[in-house]
């Protein structure tokens, strides 16, 4: 059913599953309760937690517990976690400049 039965307390706006009521209040709010399991660090909504590899942030997080880099040159040894790094990277090949 797509009736909407969890309304926000603060806005009223509401919303299909109470986990996206939670999200909406604590996004702005800044709330971090779901927290890495290897470490201290805690992301606000639990997204990032149940697909890792779907979540940007938390694939950086978890290449640095692991040292695993995701981004790896294909002309030289240089590998980043980070794609935009790689792409950046990829110029001093090219010679040339990077496009915002």
């Known amino acids: 059913s797509d009736e909407k039965r969890h309304a926000c307390h603060?806005?009223?706006?509401?919303?299909?599953?109470?986990?996206?009521?939670?999200?909406?209040?604590n996004v702005p709010t800044g709330t971090r309760t779901y927290k890495c399991s290897a470490c201290d660090i805690a992301f606000v909504t639990s997204h990032a937690l149940e697909n890792p590899f779907k979540c940007y942030k938390m694939k950086l997080h978890i290449c640095s517990h692991t040292g695993e880099c995701s981004y790896a040159c294909d002309l030289c040894s240089y590998a980043s976690k980070d794609a935009y790094k790689l792409k950046r990277h990829m110029i001093t090949h090219s010679g040339r400049t990077l496009k915002s």
């Open 10 to 25: 603060l806005c009223l706006k509401a919303f299909c599953t109470a986990s996206l009521l939670y999200n909406h209040v």
